[in-house]
């Protein structure tokens, strides 16, 4: 099982930056990794999901703030978001998994989670 430790969550008022990353015990070359939320009272939602060979993508409420890199050399991927927005506010899980996107969701790693909080 991939061990994930996201980092870089926190509070940051509205309009603000953060970066996001999430580190993997495992070389990720061949994972697809994933970026999901979720709000207080709310289900987990997904973010945005990089596979192996760079495509990305991501939700359409997100996508023109939201960035999402990988680096395989370091074992870790990223999340940028810019312009946040309170209803960012929500913990922020990464997921790992091979085979597909659905299958890294119900069967793949997942991380304990990093704090994103959006207010003023």
């Known amino acids: 099982q991939v061990q994930l430790v996201e980092s870089g969550g926190g509070l940051v008022q509205p309009g603000g930056s953060l970066r996001l990353a999430c580190a993997a015990s495992?070389?990720?070359?061949?994972?697809?990794m994933a970026w999901y939320r979720q709000a207080p009272g709310q289900g987990r939602e997904l973010v945005a999901a990089?596979?192996?060979?760079?495509?990305?993508d991501h939700t359409a409420s997100v996508a023109r703030r939201f960035a999402m890199s990988r680096d395989n050399a370091k074992n870790t991927m990223y999340l940028q978001i810019n312009n946040l927005k309170p209803e960012d506010t929500a913990v922020y899980y990464c997921?790992?998994?091979?085979?597909?996107?659905?299958?890294?969701?119900?069967?793949?790693?997942w991380g304990q989670g990093t704090q994103v909080t959006v207010s003023s």
């Open positions: 495992v070389n990720i070359s061949n994972y697809i």
């Open positions: 990089i596979y192996p060979d760079y495509t990305i």
């Open positions: 997921n790992a998994g091979e085979t597909s996107l659905v299958s890294a969701r119900d069967h793949g790693s």
